[in-house]
């Protein structure tokens, strides 16, 4: 975007500016429109964002009090949040369609937005700064959200969930071990599932969901699929009174061989619960394999997430093994994997 088109946009959507010159790059300096809900003291009179004027990558910008940063149609996407204004959206949307009529800004954007991790490790305490900053107060919408989930709102406070009001997600932050190494979010609009990202961190791959309050004197893990197959699982647990327990999640079916390593290291005895999908079963396999573990699954064609307290109990305390081998061979073989 020339600084001409940038300019033009920033008028547009009220956002007084100047120009300034650094290096060989021209920016555009302004006042960070997010200093009501960030800034110290809600203001910005001496401008602190930059938005870089760049012809050939996506027009992108960084606040050097808050930490806010992003490409620039993002911004305004999260101006149109904050504000309800729907002005603010309409330009986001010609932003982001000028953005994708070059080729190489095409494939920055889908460059990074299509995958579902990074791996710029030095960023990691900005986004726990990020994180931190997200509300804890989950707002109505939310709360409808995850009883529709049949997920109780008390469990806020046990897995640490944020609520991420610029990006209308529910966030729930990943770790390894005790290290928090990125977040994984949900969008409450799922026709906006794509406009942000699900998770931002480390690699995924070497981390794990699991409540805050981690209690590592557990003699059982149960390992889930997703995030609130996690929560929903733990609530079930507590439902049955069953306290020396714990739940992790390992946010997609197959898990890694650096996320087997991790489970190795919580000295439990670990119990799968993936759910019975032809990914599910390809990832019960492997976790079977490399931790010998037992496995459990959901009844039917639901997943753990859809389990009632009864059927976990059920499931967990069924003497007779050769039931669970049974069930996992009737899907096997309605699925055609045998």
């Not at 080729?103 to 990691?124: G, Q, R």
């Not at 890694?256 to 005895?269: A, F, P």
Request: proline share 4%; charged share 25%.
């Amino acid at each position: 975007m020339t600084r001409k088109e940038l300019n033009y946009y920033l008028v547009r959507a009220g956002l007084g500016s100047s120009f300034s010159k650094y290096s060989d790059a021209d920016y555009v300096n302004v006042s960070c429109p997010f200093a009501h809900y960030s800034h110290k003291n809600g203001t910005d009179n001496n401008p602190s964002m930059m938005i870089k004027v760049d012809p050939v990558n996506p027009t992108s910008f960084v606040c050097f009090s808050c930490g806010a940063h992003g490409e620039f149609w993002f911004l305004l996407e999260q101006l149109a949040v904050l504000s309800g204004k729907e002005s603010f959206r309409d330009i986001s949307a010609e932003v982001f369609k000028a953005e994708i009529t070059n080729a190489n800004t095409l494939s920055v954007l889908s460059a990074k937005y299509l995958p579902t991790e990074i791996h710029d490790v030095e960023h990691l305490p900005l986004l726990l700064t990020q994180f931190e900053k997200m509300s804890e107060n989950i707002p109505a919408l939310a709360i409808k959200y995850l009883t529709q989930r049949q997920i109780d709102v008390k469990l806020v406070q046990e897995f640490r969930l944020r609520y991420d009001r610029m990006g209308q997600r529910i966030v729930l932050p990943a770790w390894n071990t005790d290290k928090f190494v990125g977040m994984v979010g949900r969008t409450i609009d799922k026709s906006n599932e794509l406009r942000y990202k699900n998770y931002e961190g480390s690699n995924l791959s070497h981390s794990l969901g699991k409540r805050e309050n981690f209690n590592r004197r557990a003699v059982t893990v149960i390992i889930v699929e997703g995030m609130f197959d996690m929560l929903k699982t733990y609530q079930n647990l507590q439902c049955i009174r069953i306290t020396d327990t714990e739940v992790i999640c390992t946010f997609k079916a197959i898990p890694s061989s650096y996320q087997i390593d991790l489970i190795k290291g919580l000295n439990m005895e670990p119990i799968c619960f993936y759910d019975n999908g032809e990914a599910g079963i390809k990832g019960g396999e492997k976790l079977q394999k490399h931790l010998n573990c037992r496995r459990i699954l959901p009844l039917g064609d639901s997943d753990a997430g859809d389990t009632t307290p009864t059927e976990l109990e059920k499931l967990l305390t069924e003497k007779n093994e050769n039931t669970n081998l049974r069930r996992l061979q009737d899907v096997m073989v309605e699925t055609r994997w045998i």
